[in-house]
Antibody, heavy 125, light 107 residues
């Protein structure tokens, strides 16, 4: 079955960078776009951006432009999300998820499924 | 950015009750809305895509409706395992955005 397994929790100091990995299995890695979504403790879901594993093309939410980099290693079916210049408000659980799609009555719809288990990134001095 | 406004922010209902959660989009978006269920400490789980299509393996007591700006997630007969937070999400335009969530508790 399609599965995404993420790297373990990280503790970082303000100003540092963190790189979270997301290993895919159960499908051809280059088929589906990988997206990243984060969730601060007790808060809602915030979309960060997407990466096309086939081309390497990316698109980032304005809030993270200049601080986030999404990459991949197709040889090991793994996607990465690196966030730099960390601040305490970046403390959150970071999820990777695939964006699947279908066509209904000629219209293409997409959604996030499945999701990785999440990676807690804590930023504290 | 498209704003997704959910209501209520929380609700408490009894087993067997019919529960509805509303999601209003700040602009019209046909049926480009998905619904997710999230339990504490777990990743979100897809329930409904394209406003009304049930995701594989999801119990039929969950249903979605709506188009344009107003969308609804309905649980026809609430079960104890449905205690969770529910989020709507628009896939119409970037940046993709989520509603603020509705926490459902069992009385």
């Amino acid at each position: 079955q399609v599965q995404l397994v993420q790297s373990g929790a990280e503790v970082k100091k303000p100003g540092a960078s963190v790189k979270v990995s997301c290993k895919a299995s159960g499908y051809m890695f280059t088929t589906y776009e990988i997206n990243w979504v984060r969730q601060a403790t007790g808060q809602g879901l915030e979309w960060m951006g997407w990466m096309n594993p086939n081309s390497g093309n990316t698109g980032y939410a304005q809030e993270f432009q200049g601080r986030v980099t999404m990459t991949r290693d197709t040889s090991i079916s793994t996607a990465y999300m690196e966030l730099s210049s960390l601040r305490p408000e970046d403390t959150a659980v970071y999820y990777c998820t695939t964006r699947s799609h279908t066509t209904i009555s000629g219209v293409v719809y997409n959604w996030f499924d499945p999701w990785g288990q999440g990676t807690l990134v804590a930023v504290s001095s | 950015d498209v704003q997704m406004t959910q209501s209520p922010s929380s609700l408490s209902a009894s087993v067997g009750d019919r529960v509805s959660i509303s999601c209003r989009a700040s602009q019209s978006m046909s049926k480009y809305v998905n619904w997710f269920q999230q339990k504490p400490g777990k990743a979100p789980k897809l329930l409904i895509y394209a406003a009304s299509s049930l995701s594989s393996g999801v119990p039929s007591r969950f249903s979605g409706s709506g188009s344009g700006t107003d969308f609804t997630l309905t649980i026809s007969s609430l079960q104890p395992e449905d205690s969770a937070t529910y989020y709507c999400q628009q896939s119409y335009s970037s940046p993709l955005t989520f509603g603020g969530g509705t926490k459902v508790e069992i009385k």
